[in-house]
């Protein structure tokens, strides 16, 4: 269905090679996951197949690249349009309709289809991803969760033979995920659909996944079997490190297959330490009676809260639980929200200037937002000149978490990865007492995971510092957050411990929890610390 022959690619003014002499055939019916680092080439490789690369974004293509018996060299992007569907890593940035409806009946109108297949086809879809109570809801007001789910709708709907997703579950909850990636499995398996995935959250797509493309940033790329190419990547999904950290000869890609290999492990007993108490700082954000409401339609209904120093605190609930909404409301750019809301004492709507970027950091599900110069190198001048730092404290900063970032690069040519560090950076140089993060691992490998994890916990341990982040990731939560708050429709459900609400719930436990259940750890170093103080 799709084959490169001998692919290199390279962007002007870069010093490496996106993809070197690639020969890889992907059949029909067939699965392939794309990974590697933050910047490595994944999206291009994903754009490649329907021609956007280099067709719209420039570059040096050497070798064919055919779909279906096409060469994308002699078809523009638009004459596969019914053949190959995609999802971009941003899916706003796609939408050209106003309403959910609307927008899955568009990209049928450009193919020109009869009215009663297309009418079909959206019911079918509406169910499938179930979008049915939003068909009428502007795009505008949706969650980033729930417009992923309607893009990768938009895509589906016009019934392609190859379906590309570039990170199609970053900005969705545990159970959306793992229901949209069991349709696309089905979908494989009962219509051929080829379906090719790019993924930093290997723990969700790894057991769909029938090959792995594993490209390294410096142009080559290895191809096999999950559990060849696992076995000595160093981009592992925890289940996989959990297999290297016992010394088991083989590696499972399920929960299933690791429970298996770990019976006899988990079915001794083992001496539990008992937590320390935590001692609660001082109250660095107060909530009282909060609500939020869109288009009479409540968002937070009368939610009370208290954060206090030291501490990081996961915001956690399904897509459109209203995380987002409460984020914004601390950091004081919701001016839908009633109650009160105080944040190092000062009500943050009344913040400006410095005062504002010395007492609150903030970065959107969107970080592009926070982006304006024409170069990295001109973002970071400017953040240490309006933050009056030294020069290249920001530069310095974004080093650590994603480098190999070229400081002539415009801000929007980078990787989403890329921009969200440079994103997290600048706000990091201003050195603010709170900082609020909403989806701050979208487009994240897990080497920057687990710098930006070291750089959040060195952050809240200064003194009158706590972090608030709303997240999916919870592998994230289980190796940062101290306390988790979970929210429903708007109503905080649950309030308590990483460990107490993680194992408490089965959707949102981390997979460490799941292979090792019942016994009470969240994360690979807690097992190995366990099996060590038994010895």
């Excluded at 290997?202 to 996944?209: D, G, S, T």
């Excluded at 009344?350 to 190198?377: A, C, H, M, W």
């Amino acid at each position: 269905m799709i084959k490169f022959s001998n692919v290199s690619l390279i962007y002007p003014n870069s010093t490496t090679t996106v993809l070197e002499n690639l020969n890889l055939e992907i059949a029909e019916g067939e699965m392939v996951l794309v990974i590697g680092p933050t910047g490595s080439g994944k999206s291009s490789l994903l754009r490649l197949i329907n021609g956007l690369v280099p067709h719209h974004t420039g570059g040096i293509l050497a070798g064919d690249v055919s779909v279906d018996g096409s060469s994308t060299q002699l078809v523009k992007p638009g004459g596969m349009a019914h053949l190959i569907g995609i999802v971009g890593q941003n899916p706003a940035n796609g939408f050209v309709a106003d309403t959910v409806e609307e927008e899955l009946a568009f990209g049928m109108e450009t193919l020109n289809l009869p009215n009663d297949v297309m009418r079909k086809r959206v019911e079918e879809v509406l169910d499938l991803l179930s979008l049915a109570p939003l068909r009428d809801r502007s795009i505008a007001t949706l969650s980033g969760g729930e417009q992923q789910r309607v893009a990768i709708g938009s895509a589906l709907v016009a019934h392609p033979k190859v379906l590309v997703l570039d990170e199609p579950t970053s900005a969705l909850d545990p159970i959306a995920a793992e229901e949209v990636l069991s349709i696309l499995h089905r979908l494989v398996h009962d219509l051929s659909l080829t379906v090719v995935i790019a993924e930093h959250k290997l723990e969700r797509v790894i057991q769909f996944a029938d090959r792995i493309v594993h490209i390294n940033g410096a142009g080559v790329a290895q191809v096999g079997t999950p559990e060849d190419i696992l076995l000595h990547s160093p981009i592992a999904p925890p289940i996989v490190h959990l297999a290297r950290a016992l010394g088991l000869k083989e590696i499972g890609v399920s929960v299933r297959e690791m429970r298996r290999m770990t019976a006899d492990i988990r079915g001794k007993e083992y001496i539990e330490k008992d937590a320390a108490p935590r001692q609660n700082g001082e109250t660095i954000i107060k909530v009282s009676d909060l609500s939020v409401t869109y288009d009479g339609k409540p968002a937070l209904k009368s939610l009370s809260a208290t954060i206090a120093s030291n501490e990081i605190v996961a915001i956690m609930g399904r897509n459109g639980a209203g995380k987002s909404s409460l984020l914004k409301s601390l950091a004081g750019i919701s001016h839908l929200a009633t109650g009160f809301v105080d944040v190092s004492g000062f009500n943050p709507q009344n913040l400006k200037g410095k005062e504002r970027r010395s007492t609150i950091g903030f970065i959107p599900q969107e970080p592009s937002d926070l982006l304006y110069g024409q170069s990295v190198q001109i973002e970071c001048d400017q953040a240490d000149k309006d933050n009056q730092m030294p020069n290249g404290t920001t530069a310095q900063i974004l080093q650590q978490l994603v480098p190999g970032v070229l400081p002539t690069t415009h801000p929007r040519d980078l990787s989403e990865g890329q921009r969200l560090g440079l994103a997290l950076s600048i706000v990091l140089s201003s050195n603010p007492g709170v900082l609020i993060l909403d989806e701050p691992t979208r487009g994240l490998d897990y080497q920057a995971k687990k710098e930006l994890t070291r750089i959040l916990i060195e952050f809240a341990q200064a003194t009158r510092k706590c972090v608030v982040l709303a997240t999916h990731d919870v592998e994230l939560v289980a190796e940062l957050a101290t306390r988790v708050m979970f929210l429903a429709d708007g109503d905080i459900v649950a309030d308590g411990t990483t460990l107490d609400v993680l194992l408490s719930s089965p959707a949102f436990a981390p997979q460490v929890s799941k292979v090792m259940s019942p016994q009470p750890w969240l994360k690979v170093s807690d097992v190995v610390a366990a099996i060590q103080a038994h010895k």
